[in-house]
Each structure stands twice: as C-alpha cells, then as structure tokens.
C-alpha cells in the first residue's frame, strides 16, 4: 500500500547571510527527478556567478529512499547536500527539491560553520512552505442494473470517494476512483447492498 504524505502547494524562497556569505534557499514541488534537474539549470542561469548551488531532494514518496539525491557542488563533502536532505527528511516532505546558492563573501566558514548555515538555509525556507496531503487512489469500475443506481449513488457519497463518471447502456457503468485507505470497506459496502464488485483497473 502506497502511503499518505505532503508535498509544497507553491514554491518558496529565503535567503540570511553568515559572515558575508549569501545563502538563498529555493523550495520546489518536484515529483521526478528530471524536475530536480530542471530547476536546478533554471537556478544557474539565475545565479550565473554564485560559487556553489547545492542542493536535495526527495522527489516521490518520502518513504522511498532510491528517489532521495543531493549534491555538494564543490562544497567539502557533508558539509552541505547532507545536512539539506537531513532536513528536507526531517520534515516529511515528498515531491520536494530544495536548493541553496551561496555567495562567498570572502570568509571561509569552517567545516562546523558550513553545516549549520547550509542546515538553517533549509530550515529557514521548509518554515515557509504550506503544504497539501497527497492520498493515493485506487480506479476502477462497477456495473450494475439501474434499478440499483440510486443505493449505489448515496454509497457513492462517502468522501473517499473522488471520483465517479457513469456511463448507461444495457446497464449502468460506473468509473470511479477512490482512496486507497478505503477500499477494502467501501468495495465490502457496495458487495453487500448492491450485490456487485468493484473491478480495479490494470
């Protein structure tokens, strides 16, 4: 069973300075990673003379760690992609890639100094971020007679129903699709009352 999880409603963005170095943190909805790759040149041809752009994402299911990326872009190793994807995990984000570009203000940071403004970066731009649930589906389709129609519409009013498309000829087909948390007790419901089976779809 897939899993429920938030993902970034609309993009975001902050920037705070240590020790004259700009750090601007970008948060963007991405669902695969080819989206990653687009924002990322999108943001180099933003910041064509920021020093480093590094970045992490987690871009599908949180719970999937094989879509999970992050890179340093010439920063010292962990000191920056890591402590990013710490965060961005932390939150329970999925669909999400978040960027940091930095300015060098001439002052080098330090091993210790470098993890903590990379981590309050993203820290800082997650804090911004409104979110909305994304609830996996499940599709599929009933065929009934029509003197059944009318149970199955009131069935077919339970909010983890999202969907429904009806179709009549010899009887009444129906496409809907539904959460998959659900299924199990909504498709029990219409075999009981209206003595038919949902079948899901390939």
Known sequence: MKNTYHIPRKSEKDSHEVKKSTFISYLFHAPHMNDVSSHLQALKQKHPKARHICWACI????ADTS???????????????KPLLKVLA?????ETA??????????KLGTGGMVKAYTTAAQRVISLCSTEKIVPT????????YRMEP???????DPAITHTEFQYSEAVRVHLSLEETSFQRISERIRTECNCTISPDP
């Open 90 to 94: 932390y939150s329970g984000l999925g």
């Open 138 to 145: 499940i599709s599929g389709e009933i065929t009934i007679p």
């Open 98 to 107: 978040l960027f940091v570009v930095r300015y060098f203000g001439g002052i």
């Open 67 to 81: 879509v999970r990326g992050f890179s340093d872009d010439g920063e010292p190793s962990g000191c920056a992609g």
């Open 59 to 62: 871009a599908g299911d949180p």
């Open 151 to 157: 149970l199955l519409r009131y069935i077919l009013q």
